[in-house]
């Protein structure tokens, strides 16, 4: 007997405080000089704590969010050190590196490195002290990887940027450059500054994002200035100043202040780009009250620079990495389910009829066709079972296609246990193989569902020989902001010799439906006979 059902597979996205938006701050509480590295499929926020005597690294399957999130000690302060400022990780040669400022006597620059560098929540070592000789103080390193494929380390000392071409990640060469001094109006509220280097990179150009102004006062900023990855940094006549004016500065209208001390990451494909920074929402409140915050910044399609959004309050609800991935699938799941549905309707408002035309033995799901051209032209069974084949194999391949779609979205992402099972995600259109067990004279079939099910998650109904699977199961996240629906259906019907009201269903530890009843005697198939076909003696 043959026998052919398709599933349908419903996968329902959803989370308590909605995956898709979100507000600032990421952070609660003083959080200034934040910095974030995408490391794996994590993102690590690293910050000054315990009164600035402590570097604290977050870790979070969201950019957006850190609250709650778990954190590890990567550096403590013995005596004689305070005030550990602006902690950036870098990876830098397959090894991760922590550079900061720590005050010895003075503020000196210095870094620490992992014992693992696929762990940032794991052990680092001592600090290295950073440009030992050098006559002045220094704060906020940061690692230029230019396109020459030399590495530069750029700080802020003499109230403006330095830079020094690198022999390795903890040691530099002898020769600086003072690179930016402050002059303009923005770059003086207070006090004339540039600080907090960092480097981002677009179309062959780096681009150095640094802070101007006092960053305990409102109108800390944000400027821009840039060089072509094949010429030299260590020339100052190599870069282009940028305009005369920030690129981020204080957003009156939406009450944010104190703009400033920017570090950037990715989405986790790497198409998108997002700002990590501090403000306050106070003019005058400042001095901790630096939160961190987040906004993505876009990429100018003529000129390549980057373009800056003006920065969000805490009632400005801003879509996430989440929102645009998420619009694409649940389009695309919109199309195939209505390919399903169209399926469904096609085919399976169907009835079974008995094929004696071609020899051969056994029950046939035979569709009838909704559309008029199949309706009133004779379409042979073996024909549309053909049909209904092809369509099912079609959409097997876009439902695979959109599988790998949500794949790369990272199940980290989602923080969902189980998420990615495929299995459970979506059982995909097959065609079932039920038997006779000959020795048992029973007729058994196995219907595959997925270990993670449970006999409390599945619903078996039996009608008029059409037998249904429902399954459905909520999960929720480790930290209890989102869950998850997996939701499915699969219909079959059942032989006419199978005795329906002794019918049994077993789910097995393998994660199999196993169905099973006993058959009259008598219903056993006879074993094929050999046929004689004529020999023509010529």
């Not at 940032?120 to 390193?141: Q, R, S, T, V, Y």
């Not at 004696?356 to 066709?369: C, T």
């Not at 004279?441 to 020989?465: A, H, Q, T």
Request: aromatic share 12%; net charge negative; with cysteine.
């Amino acid at each position: 007997m043959k026998y052919i059902f398709f599933s349908i597979c419903i996968y329902l996205l959803g989370g308590v405080n909605g995956q898709g938006t979100f507000k600032n701050p990421i952070f609660d509480g003083n959080s200034p000089d934040p910095s974030v590295l995408r490391v794996g499929n994590y993102y690590y926020l690293t910050l000054s704590t315990a009164g600035e005597t402590a570097i604290t690294v977050f870790k979070s399957s969201r950019l957006t969010d850190f609250r709650n999130a778990e954190n590890n000690t990567a550096y403590k302060a013995t005596e004689n050190q305070r005030n550990l400022w602006a902690p950036e990780m870098h990876s830098v040669d397959g090894e991760l590196y922590i550079y900061f400022t720590m005050d010895v006597g003075d503020h000196r620059n210095h870094v620490i490195k992992a014992d693992d560098p696929e762990n940032p929540m794991g052990n680092w070592g001592p600090p290295i002290k950073l440009l030992a000789d050098f006559e002045h103080a220094g704060i906020d390193g940061s690692v230029l990887q230019h396109g020459n494929g030399q590495k530069y380390y750029a700080w802020a000392s003499t109230w403006g940027i330095w830079i020094v071409k690198m022999i390795n990640a903890t040691a530099v060469g002898p020769s600086r450059v003072f690179l930016r001094l402050p002059t303009s109006p923005w770059e003086c509220d207070d006090v004339c500054i540039n600080e907090g280097p960092f480097f981002i990179y677009n179309r062959g150009v780096t681009y150095l994002i640094f802070s101007a102004s006092s960053t305990f006062f409102p109108n800390y900023n944000l400027g821009m200035m840039s060089i072509e990855g094949d010429k030299d940094p260590m020339v100052p006549s190599n870069w282009w100043y940028g305009d005369d004016k920030p690129v981020f500065w204080r957003n009156d209208e939406e009450s944010v202040y104190t703009t400033g001390h920017a570090t950037f990451t990715t989405s986790p494909d790497g198409t998108e780009t997002w700002m990590v920074y501090h403000a306050t929402e106070d003019p005058v409140q400042i001095n901790g009250y630096r939160v961190a915050r987040v906004d993505k910044i876009t990429w100018d399609e003529v000129t390549g620079r980057p373009v800056f959004p003006r920065p969000s309050g805490y009632n400005h609800t801003l879509n996430s990495y989440f929102e645009s991935t998420l619009a694409a699938l649940r389009s695309k799941f919109g199309a195939l389910k209505q390919r399903f549905d169209s399926i469904s309707s096609n085919f399976f408002h169907s009835e079974s009829q008995r094929n004696k035309e071609d020899n051969m033995r056994g029950d046939y799901l035979v569709p009838y066709y909704a559309d008029p051209l199949a309706h009133w032209g004779y379409v042979h069974p073996l024909d549309q079972l053909s049909r209904l084949d092809r369509d099912l194999y079609d959409l097997g391949r876009e439902l695979s296609s959109w599988d790998r779609d949500f794949h790369a979205l990272g199940s980290s992402m989602f923080n969902r246990p189980g998420l990615m099972d495929r299995n459970l995600f979506c059982p995909m259109v097959e065609s079932m193989k039920p038997g006779i067990d000959e020795k048992s004279g029973k007729y058994i079939m196995n219907v595959p569902l997925g270990k993670d099910l449970s006999p409390e998650d599945l619903k078996i109904s039996l009608k008029d020989r059409v037998m249904t699977i429902e399954g459905k199961k909520e999960q929720k996240s480790e930290d209890g902001r989102s869950r998850s629906y997996h939701e499915f259906m699969r219909k079959f019907t059942l032989p006419e010799e199978v005795k329906t009201e002794e019918v049994k269903s077993m789910l097995t530890p393998e994660g199999y439906l196993k169905i099973e009843a006993p058959l009259p005697q008598g219903a056993l198939p006879e074993p094929p006979k050999p046929k004689e076909i004529p020999i023509e003696f010529s």
